[in-house]
């Protein structure tokens, strides 16, 4: 018996007797040629086009990598809120002050 990859909604996998199933979501064509998905996560029963949540390498990698874009869009906002801030202290007549004073409260 050969196992097939998980297929897709646009590339299926093809099943027969002889197939085993993939763990995981797939879609797959049944031997009349119809169209069908096999839903291995809660997310893909209730909506066969929502995110697959099998808890499989690609869906970890797919999960950690939109992950890590947000963090890095908060990190990119994050900076640009810290160096238009840092350059009104600095421009400020009081900002050598505010800085001793800041280092200070945060000593605490």
Do not use: Y
Request: hydrophobic share 35%; charged share 20%; net charge negative.
């Amino acid at each position: 018996m050969t196992t097939p990859a998980a297929g897709s909604r646009d590339n299926p996998v093809t099943t027969t007797v002889e197939t085993v199933l993939p763990v995981g979501c797939f879609w797959f064509l049944d031997p009349d040629g119809t169209l069908c998905l096999a839903p291995g996560c809660t997310a893909r029963i209730q909506d066969p086009d929502a995110q697959c949540l099998c808890d499989t390498l690609a869906a970890r990698l797919d999960h950690l990598t939109e992950k890590l874009r947000a963090l890095q869009a908060r990190q990119e906002t994050a900076d640009k809120w810290w160096h238009a801030l840092s350059d009104v202290v600095n421009e400020h007549p009081d900002g050598q002050t505010i800085l001793t004073a800041t280092h200070t409260r945060r000593h605490r």
